[in-house]
C-alpha cells in the first residue's frame, strides 16, 4: 500500500492567520492526490481534488499543490468554522489511502 | 444534489456479519460514471477505504479486509451494499457510503453522513 504521511499532525493558529499542511507519499502518485476537512461528528468534505483543483462551491482561501511525492494545502485568512481536522487521500492505486489528519486548533 | 443515507443496525455481536446499505437519491448509479465505496473510520482515528463497486457489479476491495468483505448493488433501488463476515471490536467503527467521481484515480464527492456499528455481545 501507497503510506501518506501528513506532517504536523496537530497545528494551533489564530484567527486571520495562514497555515499550510504537508503530506507526503511513500512512492510517486503524480497528481492523484485529495484533500478533506472533517468537523467533529461529521463526514469529511472534499476541498481540492486532482492535487490543486479546487472543488465547487469550496471558498479559494483553500489552495493545493504538489506532484510526485510531496504535496501541501494551504488555507489563508483563517476563519473560526476553518478549524477542523484535515486529510490528505491518494488516489493513484487500490486501496486508496489517506493521511493520519492534522488537526487545526485555535490558538 | 446527490445524498446518500446508510441504514443497519448499530450493534452487531462478534463473529456475526455487520450488513450495511446506502441509498442514493438525486443521481442514478446505474447511469454509470461513478464508483460506489464504503469508508470507515475508528473512534478517533482515521480513514479507512474498504472497496467500491460499479453499477455493472464490477468490485474492487482492500486486500486487508478481502477475505471478509463484499459489496453489491440493487440498481432497481438505487442502493449498494456492504457485508463484513467474523466481525471482531476491532470493526467497531463509524461506516460512511461515498460516491467516488472515477474508482480510479478519482476523489471522494459526496459522502453519507456516517452510520456508528459496534461490535458487542
Known amino acids: 500500500d501507497i503510506q501518506m504521511t501528513q506532517s504536523p499532525s496537530s497545528l494551533s493558529a489564530s484567527v486571520g492567520d495562514r497555515v499550510t499542511i504537508t503530506c507526503r507519499a511513500s512512492?510517486?502518485?503524480?497528481?492523484?492526490l485529495n484533500w478533506y476537512q472533517q468537523k467533529p461528528g461529521k463526514a469529511p468534505k472534499l476541498l481540492i481534488y486532482a492535487a490543486s483543483s479546487l472543488q465547487s462551491g469550496v471558498p479559494s482561501k483553500f489552495s493545493g499543490s504538489g506532484s510526485g511525492t510531496d504535496f501541501t494545502l494551504t488555507i489563508s485568512s483563517l476563519q473560526p468554522e476553518d478549524f477542523a481536522t484535515y486529510y490528505c487521500q491518494q488516489s493513484y492505486r487500490t486501496p486508496s489511502t489517506f493521511g493520519q489528519g492534522t488537526r487545526l486548533e485555535i490558538k | 444534489q446527490v445524498q446518500l443515507q446508510e441504514s443497519g443496525p448499530g450493534l452487531v455481536k462478534p463473529s456475526q456479519t455487520l450488513s450495511l446499505t446506502c441509498t442514493v437519491s438525486?443521481?442514478?448509479?446505474?447511469?454509470?460514471?461513478?464508483?460506489w465505496s464504503w469508508i470507515r473510520q475508528h473512534p478517533g482515528k482515521g480513514l479507512e477505504w474498504i472497496g467500491f463497486i460499479y453499477y455493472s457489479g464490477s468490485t474492487n476491495y482492500n486486500p486487508s479486509l478481502k477475505s471478509r468483505v463484499s459489496i453489491s448493488v440493487d440498481t432497481s433501488k438505487n442502493q449498494f451494499s456492504l457485508k463484513l463476515s467474523s466481525v471482531t471490536a476491532a470493526d467497531t467503527a463509524v461506516y460512511y457510503c461515498v460516491r467516488d467521481s472515477s474508482g480510479y484515480g478519482g476523489y471522494f464527492d459526496y459522502w453519507g453522513q456516517g452510520t456508528l456499528v459496534t461490535v458487542s455481545s
Open positions: 512512492q510517486s502518485i503524480s497528481s492523484y
Open positions: 438525486g443521481g442514478s448509479i446505474s447511469s454509470g460514471g461513478y464508483y
